[in-house]
Each structure stands twice: as structure tokens, then as C-alpha cells.
Nanobody, 122 residues
Framework: VQLQASGGGLVQAGGSLRLSCAAAGRSFNNYAMGWFRQPPGKEREFVAIISGGGGLTYYRDSVKDRFTISRDNGKNTVYLKMNSLKPEDTAAYYC????????????????WGQGTLVTVSS
């Protein structure tokens, strides 16, 4: 599976962005899809995950009620809608594919897209 993330940019605090991750390859719906982020000078961290069929989602506590992960299996694309953005959300955001739902550590994801940078100004 090849992944291509897009949609990052500069936004003011309180604003919104939608990230997209397009997948190339077969059986996209067989993979759980996750979003991770790496803030400047910090380690990569889990953000959200969605199951292959889209019925299950899970978020890190700091983004619950602000971020929404979704997917369109017909378009082989996963999204991350980010609302009420805060300066601490500034990071490079990565999409990734895992064989199983429920994985929140990087090592459990076998396929990664390139990062898309999100910068939130105060």
C-alpha cells in the first residue's frame, strides 16, 4: 500500500483543516488506517485510528471532540478533520496502514505516507 498525505498548512488557533490520505494498492478496506503526528523536537505520537470498514474509531485524549477520522473506501482515502485547532497541534502529520484495528504504536503500522505539516499560530 502506498500512501500520500495532503492538506496541511498554516491556520490560526481555533481554525480548522482537513487532511487527506490517498492510498494506492489493493484491498484498502482490509487495513485499519491511523494518523500520527510528530511535533517539532518531539517523538511521533498516535492521533487517531479507524477500522477497515469505518465503523470503529479511537482517538488520543487531547484531540477527542475536536478531530474526526473518517474514510471513503470507494475512493481509497482516509481523512482527518481537525477543528478548534490549538498551537500544540502543530506537527507533521502522517497517515499509516495497519493489518489490525486497535494499534496505537508506530511499530504496528507497516505502511506510511510522507508527512504533511500543520502549523497553528496563536
Amino acid at each position: 500500500v502506498q500512501l500520500q498525505a495532503s492538506g496541511g498548512g498554516l491556520v490560526q488557533a481555533g481554525g480548522s483543516l482537513r487532511l487527506s490520505c490517498a492510498a494506492a494498492g489493493r484491498s484498502f478496506n482490509n487495513y485499519a488506517m491511523g494518523w500520527f503526528r510528530q511535533p517539532p523536537g518531539k517523538e511521533r505520537e498516535f492521533v487517531a485510528i479507524i477500522s477497515g470498514g469505518g465503523g470503529l474509531t479511537y482517538y488520543r485524549d487531547s484531540v477527542k471532540d475536536r478531530f474526526t477520522i473518517s474514510r471513503d473506501n470507494g475512493k481509497n482515502t482516509v481523512y482527518l478533520k481537525m477543528n478548534s485547532l490549538k498551537p500544540e497541534d502543530t506537527a507533521a502529520y502522517y497517515c499509516a496502514a495497519a493489518q489490525r484495528y486497535g494499534r496505537t504504536t508506530s511499530k504496528d503500522y507497516g505502511y506510511w505516507g510522507q508527512g504533511t505539516l500543520v502549523t497553528v499560530s496563536s
